[in-house]
């Protein structure tokens, strides 16, 4: 089971974060972006060439103390349908050296829809008598904005797969309160969301202690974690906002249970950038990376123990 | 400017409708996919290759009486890399034949990251000294739960380049209600999200008299409509649900304004599969789906003088 697959992996590299693949051109080193350059221009392709071999370094670079990566689909779109290839190869990648991948797309549609984006990123693509995975990750966020209708095709895929969701309870962002945190008859709107897990994730228990059905929870927040996490015990809550956007690993200490899991928390530009602070402009992004991973692992393993 | 230019194509067509690119294999007539089948075998490629060929036929068939397209991300993200590519070529082509682009993709995140959905499919991706295109349609839907920093990249879009989107404020399916109708201090929440359109849109009137800043509100809740249009009259509405959702001409009245603007209505299966209503296997899909798309116009145009 893939929460399941997720605490174990989470247990056995004793690590409860996640490395962020989010690669903007101007987090890659300028060495690896120049040679892709060379070779095919100022194009979508020189760019897509870059972010993969640079995701493939530092899959290389991690993978055996890291249990999980999120790539972000945004900054694979923003390649053009060569970005679409490089989010099937970092997945697939991840994959075969024994990461657990998280794809952070935070979809929502109608039923209908919503039924298309959870078979792409969780499920199969019926072509005739075939059954095809496409981008095939283990688990994948989700905006609950359209209720439950919206929400139901990705249980589909929980169910009958052994997937898993990180519906957005409390995101990490500044902004985050203008609506989340307004009162929606007598609790918070975030509240209100979180309320909504018994229903979802109703048969979908792991031996873990832990539901398919997780949440986005922002480190940003640490008040509304401890709140959120009195609501679903049992909820995964995927973490982001440490690092670049702020927050400690003192803040996050309410998002996990006493259990020393129920959290995975994110770090994509403190661990894609890391070599932006050695000085060796980049030659050693994969020496630079590990490095901080092992650090953000103890700083965060400290603060929970 | 981009509503500008919807209103101009809508003007010239007399045509305030889109048609939805949403196709399912279960949608493009058999002889389309077989034939791809045969040449690709049961992959992917051949799903893709079958929904380029249905795309671009409808569109020939439309893009005279239609002023708009709106394809849906999913349908395309279902085929992995390959989809990414029909929906860039669907983009381009519906460009060439004068049409209009609405990118249904209700995308959302924090600042940093919606910035690149943003600028992937509104802006450029910058390597090197170039600014490239990406998807580069005219208009996209986004989701407002992260509050306004996960808006503002797009409206940065919109001031730039001339661009517009639409907000989800009132979703067409049938839980939309679970948390959009909900009392937020004293108002629904889908009443919340209108009113921070006059935040959002400010500098952004165009002389059509409507915002770039538009709305997402569904046919199939014509109460709604009417109290979200008297909270934002100056938002243009992506108003879908007609047709297969189930929703009227009578239903969608109350989205338009008194000068005949104000809204743009979806169609997608009703005009996709309307050659299974024909009895010719799928031989006449281009005709059929004409057909449906004049009947549409006329119905709509008649329930709003």
Sequence with gaps: MSVQKL???????????????????????????????????????????AMQQFNISLIDALHDIVPAIKPQAAYYELLGPKGAEVLKNTIDYAHEKGMYVIADIKRNDIGATASAYAEAYLGCTKVGDKELPVYNADSCTVNAYLGTDGIEPFLKECRAREKAIYILVKTSNPSSGEFQNRDMEGKPLFVRVAEQFAKWGEGLDTPSGYNQVGAVV?????????????????????????????????????????????????????????WKKTGKDGADFMEAARAEAIRMRDDIVSAIR
């Excluded at 480190?219 to 927050?247: C, D, H, M, N, W």
Aim: aromatic share 8%; with cysteine.
């Design 7 to 49: 605490v174990e992996c989470i247990r056995q590299k004793n690590n409860p974060t996640v490395a962020g693949l989010d690669a903007r051109l101007e987090y890659i080193p300028s060495f690896i972006v120049s040679q892709c350059v060379e070779r095919y221009g100022e194009t979508l392709e020189a760019a897509a060439a």
């Design 218 to 274: 922002g480190a940003t927040y640490p008040e509304e974690q401890k709140i959120i996490r009195s609501i679903i015990p049992k909820a995964y809550f995927l973490v982001p906002g440490y690092g670049a956007q702020g927050a400690t690993a003192k803040d996050i200490a309410n998002a996990f249970n006493d259990d020393g899991l129920g959290a995975i928390v994110n770090s994509s530009r403190g661990i894609m950038c890391a």
